[in-house]
């Protein structure tokens, strides 16, 4: 059964709330889209649902920045339809739970160079 995830850009009606979220293919580092239309966690802006695919590596990152300008989120690995680790992400540090190698790792941290994502340390929890 293939998992369901949101991709949404929106934000607050006074603009001082955004949710980001976005579904990056780990093997070729491409951003995935859906079509299927849904509520999203603003008023303003798009949402839709996308059905990963069983087969292959995909990384799932859901950021919101408040009214200080902090940004929290939540990081997925998805792996052959499975949830490999879960992490948090607070204070430009990215804290990953479940059993994933180094490599991986540094994989991780060449998606969110390439899309500018401001990390300082990845730290793994067993």
């Not at 980001?20 to 070729?28: G, H, N, P």
């Not at 695919?53 to 989120?73: A, Q, S, T």
């Not at 990215?94 to 300082?120: D, H, T």
């Amino acid at each position: 059964m293939p998992i369901k995830l949101t991709i949404e850009n929106t934000k607050s009606r006074t603009g001082k709330h955004i949710a980001i979220s976005i579904i990056i293919d780990l093997k070729d580092f491409s951003l995935l889209s859906g079509k299927t239309a849904s509520k999203g966690t603003y008023s303003q802006g798009k949402c839709n649902i996308i059905e990963v695919p069983d087969r292959g590596e995909f990384l799932y990152i859901w950021f919101v920045r408040n009214l200080r300008g902090r940004v929290i989120g939540k990081a997925k690995i998805i792996n052959d339809g499975k949830i490999e680790a879960e992490g948090k992400y607070k204070k430009l540090k990215l804290r990953i739970k479940g059993n994933i190698n180094k490599e991986k790792v540094e994989l991780i941290k060449a998606v969110l160079n390439k899309y500018k994502i401001p990390i300082k340390r990845i730290s793994i929890l067993v």
